[in-house]
């Protein structure tokens, strides 16, 4: 099976009430843990990458990762863009074997958003590729997506008509306080997603797939395993998981996930290299970090996402 896009897998969550796990990989291990737990439990996946990540592995070594893991696996899998903020680098990777883009322009204003939103849409189209787009703003600070709590903002439901109806685009990320990073709420708050946006926004798109960013829930052992070997963590909490899969079974059909992948990876690689402080061969400490981003991606299809056993 090649590369598929994110069209029938949205349509089979929706009704399923279930949501496609969007996974960013960086490298070799981060791919073969994502895709061999999907793989043993038959589930369809997104792969993502984001500018960064392009940067840092180049997109070639990506895109014949990815298609290695559809071969390796026979899985139902789409490459998509996490975060373009121009057409241009939308432009290519539709041009370079994406299936999926994203184009963020929700820090610009709502005409704009809309503008350049409907202009990848009309690129992408023409070439088989579906397009996210994002109304709202998250707040959080990763390599290429950067936004202060301030300049945050929930997406209005009152946007949301007009918007899809004028960019043609395929799936809208909204912003119903979850943010990126692994520092979404302050320790001791009691963190809440406000339902009341997304069941309003549901309403006004009906049958529409809405994306969920900033999705991680920063399990505590994985900070705690990083600072009890060396690291550094304070107060990173995420999003409870419970509410993860209340929001699956509603309108949300794609939920992101890359911190909680970071935290697993880096907390097996350092628990590892304190237990074994002489060994310097890499494939000793990325085999077991590989593993524990496989048993996270395990954990995540089977209790947040529940999209196991949908791969047909
Ligand atoms: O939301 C952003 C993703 O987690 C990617 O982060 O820009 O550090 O690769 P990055
Ligand atoms: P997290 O930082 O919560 O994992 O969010 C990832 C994300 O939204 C990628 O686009
Ligand atoms: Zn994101």
């Known amino acids: 099976m090649p590369l598929v896009t994110t069209k029938e897998m949205f349509e089979k969550a929706y009704k399923g009430g279930y949501a496609i796990g969007a996974f960013n990989v960086n490298n070799m291990e981060i791919v073969q843990g994502i895709t061999e737990a999907a793989k043993e439990l038959n589930a369809p996946l997104i792969l993502q990458v984001s500018k960064g990540a392009r940067a840092y592995a180049n997109h070639t070594y990506l895109m014949k990762l990815v298609e290695a893991a559809v071969e390796e696996t026979g899985l139902p899998i789409a490459l998509h863009l996490d975060h373009g903020d121009s057409f241009e680098i939308c432009k290519s990777c539709i041009d370079g074997g994406f299936t999926s883009v994203m184009i963020d322009a929700s820090s610009k204003p709502f005409e704009e958003n809309i503008e350049i939103t409907r202009k990848v849409v009309e690129y992408a189209h023409a070439r088989g590729v579906v397009v996210e787009a994002e109304l709202g703003t998250l707040a959080g600070v990763e390599d290429e997506v950067n936004v202060s709590a ?25 912003a119903i306080g979850t943010s990126h990073g692994a520092y979404k709420f302050k320790p001791g708050t009691d963190p809440q997603l406000r339902f009341d946006i997304l069941e309003e926004v549901q309403k006004r798109l009906p049958n529409f797939p809405i994306v969920l960013h900033g999705a991680s829930s920063v399990p505590q052992e994985f900070v705690e395993k990083i600072n009890k070997f060396g690291g550094n963590m304070p107060g990173a909490i995420g999003v409870p998981e419970d509410q993860l899969r209340q929001a699956a079974g509603m309108a949300v059909c794609k939920i992101n996930i890359d ?51 949908a791969a047909e």
């Open 150 to 174: 301030e300049d945050s903002s929930y997406t209005k439901p009152e946007d949301v008509q007009e918007f899809v109806e004028r960019t043609g685009c395929d799936s809208l990320a909204i």
């Open 259 to 309: 911190s909680d992948l970071r935290l697993a990876m880096t907390s097996s690689i350092r628990e590892y290299m304190a237990e074994h402080p002489d060994h310097f061969d890499p494939r000793q400490y990325l085999k077991p970090a590989r593993q524990a981003i496989k048993d996270m991606v395990a954990h995540k299809i089977v209790d947040v996402l529940g999209c196991d056993g």
